[in-house]
């Protein structure tokens, strides 16, 4: 047992590491000031084609769509040692992530060679138009609808929590097309264009202050039936292969959120409720323990994962805990060591200390994480279903035309 | 990255589920709990000794088959998964002991018979009334040993206890040959396993390895432990899983009810980690590896948990028939308390782990 790269994985690493090397010099270090949303956008399409240009894009996809034909592993090194720097990184995840891979999968011959190569390229950014207000985990409750116009369709709508919608040329939307027939089957998916007449984007202020997501609002967009993806009817079956990439995505701790090291290093420096160093009470070593075996617990079965996939194996239904497990780890370690600082950690803003404020940011995001990408409750119904074999949630509304389901 | 165990390693785990799954499991755990206090299954034992079990670990000059560590974390998981009536952990914790610390002369004395089943070796660590298994009361002073060992897993009909004792040095292990020690039967929740108490009143006794051999040996010791723990937990998990699959309240299976679900998910959530945590120890065993210390503590305290909420919410929910006695939930229910009772609390390791991550944190600094 070993934790080594094969000869040929270690051969593709000291390549990446050489490029790098030469290429990201630039981003050796995090920026001094955050980038304002136009300078990230300019730095990531030029980070984006230089990766292009070196055969680091589409590291998996199949060459026909320009992709390098390789394996997982591969992509896995490259965002490894990708990792070490701080290159502009976010904008593409969900285009080249999620949404291309759909378009070509389910595509026409025209889409695929008139979007594919620019979406690779970067030069075109790409956002999923899925969540609505109405139908978070239940996805397929979804109301914005398409009706058939000639050789198009014509969109009316909202769709919610949209990353990137701002930054996006296009866009992968699932519509209701059918509200006669049971909910997941009456749905159909559609490439559209962010800058056609009709498409208004708003920014959504979220609880933690930030903005990353918008909402989407759709009046008459008309779209050609070429550019819809799978058969009409078919949109639930599409909009699966979508959200199988995303929670491959959505998995680990965010990179640099704060972990147990950061409550040993709190603790080391306040004092313990009943007097003395917070780092010699039990019950902070307990949280201190509890908080490295979920942080590291995650790390090693991401690890358990990859040694599957470098053996060309399919990793084991064990991945299915890392989200629910890091985004509840994250919230609980933050309050815990929030309360540890006393006042200190609850103030905020310019008089804070930069590692609570960090811890801040955590315990905030962490709440908006526990909901992204499958909520804790719905992650949980997927283990017991799909991996322990249980029986799917009773749903009155599965078998019922959409229009007639409580929903409509 | 090669991290999981070898085929070779996985498939003994298999034949060791096969064969306990045919011979031991909780019917065989039913009717040991009813026989004689000293007994294990003899018959079982001879097979597994047959097998080359015994001897998957012992060095190839002492009759063995000089196997890895992941062969007897394999063994541990699937005992533990079945709830063998046989010594067959306390053998594997032995030996470990005995591999790591052993003088040549030790090895050659003890460890052919251990590989071919003729002796067996237990470990005594547990104290009356201590949860710290490097604060002992048993002392060691001019080759005896004084105090008393309890409960200690599979002593009664054992021969050799590997016992843990503070002598001038600091606490260490010491070789006892029980024919020379007083052996009583203990009572404890497991009625399965069984336990006993050493009573050392001046018995001669061997130094086995110095006190960082015994520190090396816990981590080893948490390790397979934390295997038989998780095999105990899974077997929780998936009988419960089963009957929330037939099992009709309501108009409907219970395990439709998120409320049933949620909870079988949290125990593979918690299972799973713990696998995480004991696989790390495994290769950091095979390796020499630096982080031993902190996996083997992270694995300690995971598959206690592990192994507690399992056997905790499988009475919970089988409901009313879970807490009869004639249900299978209280082999898991009285298991999980021995398991947590070995080498050392929960709270104990968990500490430990905090000052593995300490000492790494200042060798880094």
Known sequence: ?408 | MNFDFSDDAKALGEQARKLFADKAGTTAARAAMAKDATDFDAALWAEIAGLGWTAARVPEAHGGLGLSAEETCQLAEAAGAHLAVVPLVSVLLATEALILAGSEAQQAKWLPGIADGSIIAVVATNEPGAVNPVALSVKAADGKLHGVKSPVADLPGAHLAIVAAAGADGPSLWLVDLKDARVEAVETLDLVRRHGKLTLNGVAAEPLGDGAAYQAWLDRAAVILAYEAIGTASSAMTMTVEYAKTRVAFGQTIGRYQGVKHKCADMFIKIELARAHALHGVAMIGSDGGELRQAAAAARVASLDAVSFCAEEAVQLHGGIGFTWESDCQFYYRRARALAATIGARGWWADRLVRALELRNRAAA
Request: charged content about 25%; some cysteine; glycine content about 12%.
């Open chain 1, 1 to 408: 047992m070993d934790f080594n790269d094969t000869a040929v994985e270690a051969a593709y690493r000291e390549q990446v590491r050489g490029w790098l090397a030469d290429n990201a010099a630039e981003y050796r270090e995090p920026p001094a000031t955050p980038w304002k949303l136009d300078e990230f956008i300019r730095r990531s399409k030029a980070w984006q084609a230089k990766k292009h240009a070196a055969g680091y894009t589409g590291i998996t996809w199949p060459k026909a769509m320009g992709g390098q034909g390789l394996t997982p592993m591969h992509s896995i090194i490259y965002g490894q040692e990708e990792g070490r720097y701080h290159a502009p990184s976010g904008l593409y995840s969900i285009g080249l992530g999620m949404c291309i891979p759909t378009v070509f999968t389910h595509g026409n011959s025209e889409v695929i060679q008139r979007y594919v190569p620019k979406a690779l390229l970067g030069e075109e950014v790409w956002c999923q138009l899925f969540s609505e207000p109405a139908a978070g985990s239940d996805l397929a409750g979804i109301r914005t609808k398409a009706v058939k116009d000639g050789d198009d369709w014509i969109i009316d709508g909202q769709k919610v929590w949209t990353s990137f919608a701002h930054a996006s040329d296009f866009g992968i939307v699932v519509c209701r097309t059918d509200p006669s027939v049971p909910k997941h089957k009456g749905l159909t998916m559609f490439i559209v264009d962010m800058k056609a007449p009709g498409m208004e984007v708003r920014g959504i202020k979220q609880m933690s202050g930030g903005s990353d997501f918008n909402e989407v609002f759709f009046t008459g967009v008309r779209v050609k039936d070429t550019h819809r993806l799978g058969a009409v009817g078919d949109g639930w079956k599409v909009a699966l292969t979508t959200l199988m990439h995303e929670r491959l995505a959505v998995g680990g701790k965010p990179r640099h959120a704060p972990g147990y090291e950061t409550l040993m290093k709190l603790a080391r420096g306040v004092e313990a409720p009943a007097g003395g160093p917070a780092i010699e009470a039990g019950d902070v070593r307990q949280r201190i323990a509890q908080s490295y075996i979920n942080d590291q617990g995650i790390k090693l079965t991401q690890m358990r994962a990859l040694s599957a996939l470098s053996k060309g194996q399919i990793p084991g239904p064990e991945q299915s805990i890392a989200k629910v497990v890091v985004a509840k780890t994250m919230q609980d370690m933050a309050s815990f060591a929030l309360d540890l600082a006393g006042g200190d950690g609850f103030v905020s803003g310019d008089a804070a200390d930069p590692e609570i404020a960090k811890l801040q940011g955590s315990y905030l995001g962490a709440a908006g994480l526990r909901i992204a990408g499958g909520t804790d409750e719905i992650l949980r119904n997927i283990i017991a279903e799909r991996v322990l074999g249980l029986p799917g949630d009773l749903r009155p509304d599965k078998d019922k035309p959409f229009n007639a389901s409580a929903a409509a």
